[in-house]
T-cell receptor, first 116, second 117 residues
Framework: DAKTTQPPSMDCAEGRAANLPCNHSTISGNEYVYWYRQIHSQGPQYIIHGLKNNETNEMASLIITEDRKSSTLILPHATLRDTAVYYCIVRTRIPSNSNSGYALNFGKGTSLLVTP | GAVVSQHPSRVICKSGTSVKIECRSLDFQATTMFWYRQFPKQSLMLMATSNEGSKATYEQGVEKDKFLINHASLTLSTLTVTSAHPEDSSFYIC?????????????FGQGTRLTVV
């Protein structure tokens, strides 16, 4: 799976948009971009994922550049509860005839601190 | 949404004893579950992949005889830390994917904090 690069930490004021960048310049055509976050002492929480197109759900938006070499996770109105470590992970598309393997491999992520 | 439940959430055990951690997918079937370990201020490290009805696949450097994995059904995988030592103290997290939706998200348990004294 392609390697990802994220800034180690970021700050964001409460109520403002948090834009978390991720570089995945070696991504290949069949690799998805996933975003998870981990609040202290909890298991990771799924946020969003995408292949080529931008995606939006109730939690966040994912903007993937046209060349797919980087992406940005946007939390439109950050709250104090969004303080967490955010992980950008690239993973190969699982073949339809496969039932095993393809774990998510976590890097160091970005520690986002939302301040009052 | 889909839920993965891990039990116990915290456990303290004496050095030399064994501890079993359960991971259940509550509303979906998972042919594959994953076990991770996380030390303080570090990221999650994959320990092993648990496959229903077959032997687990361990990552390099993870002792299979120390970390016993059993995936006896499509909704339950267990990790047993045998002869635990203080250096095994860590945050253990399991993950599972819905067998019918392999390219959607993987779900994670809430983690088990193991302290070996």
């Amino acid at each position: 799976d392609a390697k990802t690069t994220q800034p180690p930490s970021m700050d964001c004021a409460e109520g403002r948009a948090a834009n978390l960048p991720c570089n995945h310049s070696t991504i290949s055509g069949n690799e998805y971009v996933y975003w998870y976050r981990q609040i202290h002492s909890q298991g990771p929480q799924y946020i969003i994922h995408g292949l080529k197109n931008n995606e939006t759900n109730e939690m966040a938006s994912l903007i993937i550049t046209e060349d797919r070499k980087s992406s940005t996770l946007i939390l439109p109105h950050a709250t104090l509860r969004d303080t967490a470590v955010y992980y950008c992970i690239v993973r190969t598309r699982i073949p339809s005839n496969s039932n095993s393997g393809y774990a998510l491999n976590f890097g160091k992520g970005t520690s986002l601190l939302v301040t009052p | 949404g889909a839920v993965v439940s891990q039990h116990p959430s915290r456990v303290i055990c004496k050095s030399g004893t064994s501890v079993k951690i359960e991971c259940r997918s509550l509303d979906f079937q998972a042919t594959t579950m994953f076990w991770y370990r996380q030390f303080p201020k570090q990221s999650l490290m994959l320990m092993a992949t648990s496959n229903e009805g077959s032997k687990a696949t361990y990552e390099q450097g993870v002792e299979k005889d120390k970390f016993l994995i059993n995936h006896a059904s499509l909704t339950l995988s267990t990790l047993t830390v045998t002869s635990a030592h203080p250096e095994d103290s860590s945050f253990y997290i399991c993950s599972a994917r819905d067998r019918g939706y392999m390219n959607t998200e993987a779900f994670f348990g809430q983690g088990t904090r193991l302290t070996v004294v």
